[in-house]
């Protein structure tokens, strides 16, 4: 089974840029994405990534902001988050999918990002 260890979340002001890390060990995934979750409100996505690279998505509130990038030779998602805003303060959740055309139906504890004015 595979193991999804997101880290790097903190609180930080509005403005300033974070990088999320999260290391998958135990399967080989193939397409990984980010979520978040805010309190009182649903899992929303942020953005996802092949196991290639060259295809990336992200959501509408974060594009131009976040990128999303992986280095499979460790096992390693990331998400660089800039200019961050207060609306961007949310558990992050790394997800992954575990064969092609699986869906991002695995997923990691999450990370508490906190943004504040």
């Known amino acids: 089974q595979v193991q999804l260890v997101e880290s790097g979340g903190a609180l930080v002001r509005t403005g300033d840029s974070l990088r999320l890390s999260c290391a998958a060990s135990g399967h080989t995934t193939y397409g990984m994405g980010w979520f978040r979750q805010d309190a009182g409100k649903e899992r929303e996505f942020v953005a996802a990534?092949?196991?290639?690279?060259?295809?990336?998505h992200y959501a509408d509130s974060v594009k131009g902001r976040f990128t999303i990038s992986r280095d499979n030779a460790k096992n390693t998602v990331y998400l660089q988050m800039n200019s961050l805003k207060t609306e961007d303060t949310a558990v992050y959740y790394c997800?992954?999918?575990?064969?092609?055309?699986?869906?991002?139906?695995?997923w990691g504890k999450g990370t508490l990002v906190t943004v504040s004015s």
């Open positions: 997800a992954a999918e575990l064969e092609v055309g699986g869906g991002l139906n695995y």
């Open positions: 990534i092949n196991w290639s690279g060259d295809e990336r």
